[in-house]
């Protein structure tokens, strides 16, 4: 208690600091909970102020929100949200909310991008969705609209369109405009765009010198299937639990948490400390899975074909506990608001201890041969730098970031669920490279299986579920979870008619994608497929590649295939012919 | 190279024989909803319970009937319609193998009778759901004679009912005295 009454006042620290420099930028100031605040400021101070806690008070990025209150106060309203966590003390760390109304008859804000950087996805999101211009955004490209829907219809505004409304297509080519990299004997290399082996489409374009890439481009957001709109029009709160689970299909289950606590939190609803447990042992269960599919992947595409056949069969235990535990092997279903549907028995929590001390010996040999395997280490070590800098300026998130030094870590840092009742550590490496990338998901793992067995050990007996509570309309507040690809930050207002007003979710690889570009310069086309595999981009490889030839004007089309064994064996260059 | 040998030969062979053989699932698998006609009561509540509109009901006012329609292709198997179920009319069975030849197989539909409003003479509710919910009223304890008034005013549609009610609050002249109890003076119709 002591601690949370002074952990408060730190908090209010960095609030005041901020009113001591802006003090009459600043309109309003709202406690959501003990560590979240939104501060209401004029619209055009909004870039200075998310600046100065960005880099002035230790902040990274966490989400961006663009909402119509129009019903509510006559304005549109953009919501940047920043994690504080300089102190890296969870009694001190803070979730900060600069909020700015933008006027419904003139929608324009000052664009916060040329200030930090890490906002420029989330603006050009913004624009899209609600035609609010980002004034001063160097990027005017769409982000998440296709190029084929009409200017003026801005989706989620609450007056735009029906939600399964789908507009006449008005362009009839992809349109997109890739960034021009000119230059002697620079080659343009797309990768790309449809027809992903994990169903998720996204078109890179590659600029290469030789075998060297100079500079990357990608266009993504083929797959929008409109989950947002959905939800604040069809769904009751506990539907949209399910749907947020279907936002990925290897790490739904976080999303479905983020969601649920969000609306938990914005309505003061108390899930029972039991439900907790539950909720913690499945999102570990979730990331057991998902680091052992894409250790698997590594290491085919690294060439080393027999270990990913291993991964994958040891990966089945993972998928088993999720079976005995939930009775499904994926998208758990589990969550209500409120807390969880399914108690955990002693049998099923004997047969789940089992299966991880299977998998942790398995894994012991496995990992022993990864790393041994002769190039592995070569091939990992060095490629794909995230820069320490380049991280700090686009706020990138789990295993990704915690390669390149840093030690954020939203289980850590925000506690949620059951994370700070066990004990655990957080993995960080220096490398700032794919290897790195991979040791950290390694390591992570035996953690994970700390957190299962500790938190099957420690659960408290009671209810999982809490019912009878009412919903308020109007409160808002945030989710967030730290999926295996790092932080998921859901964000959800809540309205009249027993549905979302807004409900925002930012998945992980959201905040990965942005500094991907850095990633890729300076090394050669065959370790493209394995640095984007590095931040494990729920999808890991493109079907087909076509190269263009800038000088002689000449594309050609290359199978998947091909690039791939030359990622794997480093031969017979298909760039050659 | 040789360890990987020796794990391959320790691990011997990864997988089964499925579809060759059948596959064991765990307890408390999530399959295919199982629907028990003679059980439902066209209360509707795993339709709104439903996520993704899977299951949906419709009503012939012309025909007299409700019915319950589930379209497996559509059915995520989150269990909502088994928890909300108050007869437990539908159960997750273990059953996963979904594919169909003729995508009319992926339906399912079941009616069920409507009953008429002994006032107005519309279609209003399932015969079942009427009984369902005498039966409700049987277990609390209410007394045979008064329960059988009380069955009648079940068969009344919820607009005839407030119709009834208001009339009876308007042409009655209903005083409550001190103590919190009612009294009445008027004659009622």
């Keep these: 208690m002591e601690n949370e009454i002074k952990g408060q006042q730190d908090r209010k620290k960095y609030v005041r600091a901020l009113y001591s420099k802006f003090g009459a930028s600043i309109l309003e100031e709202k406690w959501q909970t003990q560590d979240q605040v939104t501060l209401t400021v004029k619209l055009n101070t909004l870039p200075e102020i998310v600046e100065e806690a960005y880099y002035g008070q230790g902040g990274w990025l966490s989400n961006v929100i663009g909402n119509d209150e129009r019903s509510i106060n006559g304005h549109f309203a953009v919501y940047y949200v920043l994690s504080i966590e300089a102190e890296k003390d969870p009694n001190k760390n803070l979730w900060l909310t600069i909020k700015a109304l933008v006027p419904a008859d003139k929608p324009e804000f000052p664009s916060v991008t040329p200030r930090v950087p890490a906002a420029v996805w989330y603006e050009r999101e913004v624009r899209d969705m609600f035609g609010l211009e980002p004034v001063g955004l160097p990027d005017a490209r769409r982000l998440v609209l296709p190029d084929d829907w009409p200017d003026n219809l801005y989706p989620l505004r609450k007056d735009a369109m029906d939600y399964r409304f789908r507009p006449d297509p008005v362009a009839e080519e992809e349109n997109y405009q890739f960034i021009g990299v000119e230059g002697e004997g620079i080659v343009e290399v797309p990768l790309g765009p449809l027809h992903i082996t994990s169903d998720e489409p996204g078109h890179f374009r590659l600029y290469v010198d030789g075998e060297y890439i100079v500079d990357a481009d990608y266009r993504l957001f083929y797959v929008h299937r409109g989950m947002e709109k959905l939800a604040e029009n069809r769904m009751d709160y506990d539907q949209v639990n399910f749907l947020a689970e279907r936002i990925c299909g290897i790490c739904g289950y976080a999303h479905s948490v983020a969601y649920a606590s969000a609306v938990e939190t914005a309505n003061g609803i108390e899930v029972p400390p039991r439900a907790q447990y539950i909720r913690t042992i499945l999102l570990e269960l979730e990331r057991l899975h998902s680091h052992l599919l894409n250790l698997g992947l590594a290491a085919h595409l690294v060439g080393f074909d027999a270990g990913f056949m291993h991964f994958f069969r040891v990966r089945e235990k993972a998928m088993q506990m999720a079976e005995i535990l939930t009775g499904s092997r994926k998208s758990y279903g589990m969550n209500l608001i409120g807390g969880v549907r399914r108690d955990i028995l002693k049998e099923q929590r004997d047969q789940v201890l089992r299966l991880i001390a299977e998998l942790r010996s398995e894994l012991d040999d496995l990992l022993d041969m990864l790393v041994n395997t002769p190039n592995f280490i070569s091939r990992t070590q060095g490629v794909g730098r995230l820069d320490p800098k380049v991280a700090r300026d686009f706020s990138p998130v789990g295993p990704n970031i915690r390669g390149s030094g840093y030690t954020r870590d939203t289980r850590a840092d925000h506690p949620y669920g059951a994370y700070d009742r066990v004990s655990w550590n957080v993995i960080s490496k220096n490398g700032c490279d794919v290897l790195s990338r991979l040791l950290v998901r390694a390591e992570e793992l035996y953690e994970s299986f700390k957190i299962i067995e500790r938190c099957l050990d420690a659960m408290p007996p009671g209810p999982v579920l809490v019912e009878g509570f009412t919903y308020k309309p109007g409160t808002y507040a945030l989710g967030y979870v730290e999926a295996p690809r790092g932080e998921d930050v859901h964000w959800v207002m809540t309205g009249n008619k027993q549905k979302v007003y807004r409900w925002r979710s930012r998945a992980s690889t959201y905040n990965n994608w942005p500094s991907l570009r850095y990633m890729f310069r300076g090394n050669t086309v065959s370790d493209a497929p394995l640095i984007v595999a590095s931040i494990d981009p729920c999808y890991s490889c493109t079907e087909r590649v076509t190269v263009v030839d800038v000088r002689k004007k000449k594309a050609k089309t290359i199978q998947y295939q091909e690039l791939e064994q030359y990622c794997r064996e480093r031969k017979y260059s298909p760039l050659k012919n | 190279?040789?360890?990987?040998?020796?794990?391959?030969?320790?691990?011997?062979?990864?997988?089964?024989?499925?579809?060759?053989?059948?596959?064991?699932?765990?307890?408390?698998?999530?399959?295919?909803?199982?629907?028990?006609?003679?059980?439902?009561?066209?209360?509707?509540?795993?339709?709104?319970?439903?996520?993704?509109?899977?299951?949906?009901?419709?009503?012939?006012?012309?025909?007299?009937?409700?019915?319950?329609?589930?379209?497996?292709?559509?059915?995520?198997?989150?269990?909502r319609c088994e928890e909300v179920c108050p007869t437990g009319a539908i159960v997750l069975s273990k059953e996963f193998e979904l594919a169909v030849i003729k995508k009319e197989d992926m339906y399912c539909r079941a009616e069920l009778k409507l009953c008429r409003c002994i006032f107005c003479g519309e279609y209003f509710e399932t015969f079942r759901e009427i009984e369902y919910v005498r039966e409700i009223l049987e277990q609390v304890g209410l007394t045979k004679k008064s329960s059988e008034s009380r069955v009648q005013f079940l068969k009344v549609c919820p607009k005839c009912r407030r119709h009834k009610v208001a009339r009876i609050a308007a042409l009655s002249n209903w005083h409550v005295d001190l103590n919190g109890r009612r009294e009445e003076n008027g004659t009622r119709s």
């Design chain 2, 1 to 79: 190279m040789l360890r990987l040998l020796k794990k391959a030969l320790e691990v011997g062979e990864a997988t089964v024989e499925y579809p060759f053989k059948p596959i064991e699932v765990a307890q408390g698998f999530r399959g295919k909803p199982a629907y028990d006609f003679s059980r439902c009561i066209g209360c509707g509540a795993c339709a709104t319970a439903c996520p993704p509109n899977a299951i949906t009901m419709d009503c012939d006012l012309e025909r007299g009937i409700k019915s319950w329609n589930i379209n497996y292709g559509r059915c995520i198997f989150c269990g």
